[in-house]
C-alpha cells in the first residue's frame, strides 16, 4: 500500500518518450526534473505515456523488488499516485480485501505511508485525495487546525494533529492484519510525521526509521531525472532496507 512511491512511478522506459521530450530531458535533473514543480512540460505526462510505462512502474518498484527478496512471486501492488493514507485504507476496503480473499496464502502487508497532510474524501460516490494547496476544502481544514494556535509547523503545515489522522488509519489497517493473521509492516515515507506517530502509537508494526534514501549530491543516481522520484536503483534500496527490517 502507499502512494506514487509505491506504485513505482520514476521507473520510466525512456524509449516510450518522444524525440522532442528527449531533447528537453537533456538539462534536467533530479534536484530539477522534468516534470517540475512549475508545469512547464505538463504537456508531455499524458495517459498515453503514463499507460506505456505501466508496467515499467509495476515491475521495477519496491514491491516488486521486495516480493524478489521475500521469495514470493505473489504480489498485489496497491499503490496509487497522490494519494492519502486515508484514501489507501478507504481502496483497501473498497476491493472488500478486509474480508480476507488469501485465507490460503501467508500474507505480508507493506504499507508505506505518505505524508499525513493528505487527506480524502468521498465526491460523487468515489475517493477523491486533496494534496496540499490542491483543493479549498484542504485549505479550510488546515486553517481550522492553525486557528487553535498550534505549534507543530512543518513548512507551514500542522502536523501532530493530522498524524493522528494517519494513526487512526493505521490502527485500522492492523486490526485487519490481526484479525486474518497477517505480517504487518508500515514505514514513514519521510521522517516529518515519525515523532509524532511515535508519541501516541507504540506498535512495533511501524517503524519509524525512513528507508528513503536522501536526495542530496550523493544520491543523485537514484532519482529520476524525469519527475524527481526513485528510479529502478532508488526502489532497488528501498526494498533492501526494508527487507533488512522485516526479516529482523
Known amino acids: 500500500m502507499g502512494c506514487s512511491h509505491t506504485e513505482g512511478y520514476g521507473c520510466w522506459d525512456e524509449t516510450t518518450f518522444s524525440d522532442e521530450m528527449l531533447l528537453k530531458l537533456k538539462k534536467h535533473t533530479p534536484i530539477n526534473p522534468f516534470f517540475g514543480s512549475d508545469n512547464s512540460n505538463i504537456k508531455f505526462h499524458t495517459n498515453e505515456l503514463i499507460s506505456k510505462n505501466k508496467n515499467n512502474f509495476k515491475t521495477k518498484g519496491w514491491p516488486a523488488n521486495l516480493a524478489k527478496l521475500m521469495g514470493t512471486a505473489d504480489i498485489l501492488n ?10 489507501q485504507t478507504k481502496e483497501f476496503f473498497k476491493r472488500n480485501l478486509h474480508k480476507n480473499p488469501y485465507a490460503e496464502y501467508d500474507v505480508t502487508l507493506v504499507w508505506l505511508m505518505t505524508e499525513p497532510f493528505r487527506i480524502s474524501f468521498y465526491v460523487n460516490r468515489k475517493i477523491e485525495n486533496y494534496m496540499i494547496d490542491s483543493h479549498p476544502i484542504w485549505k479550510e481544514y488546515f486553517k481550522e487546525i492553525i486557528s487553535h494556535h498550534s505549534k507543530d509547523m512543518f513548512n ?21 492484519c490481526i484479525k486474518n493473521n497477517w505480517k504487518f509492516h508500515a ?11 511515535r508519541k501516541h502509537e507504540s506498535s512495533d508494526n511501524f517503524h519509524e526509521n525512513c528507508v528513503m534514501p536522501l536526495l542530496d549530491d550523493n544520491n543523485l543516481k537514484l532519482y529520476s531525472h524525469v519527475c524527481g522520484h526513485l528510479n529502478e536503483m532508488g526502489y532497488q534500496q528501498v526494498a533492501k532496507s526494508m527487507y533488512s527490517v522485516i526479516k529482523s
Do not use: Q, R
Open 156 to 176: 507551514g503545515i500542522p502536523v501532530e494533529d493530522p498524524t493522528l489522522e494517519s494513526i487512526f488509519y493505521f490502527n485500522i489497517m492492523e486490526t485487519v
Open 78 to 87: 496497491l499503490g496509487k499516485g497522490a494519494s492519502s493514507n486515508s484514501g
Open 187 to 197: 514505514f514513514p515515507l519521510t521522517n516529518v510525521f515519525s515523532k509524532y506517530f
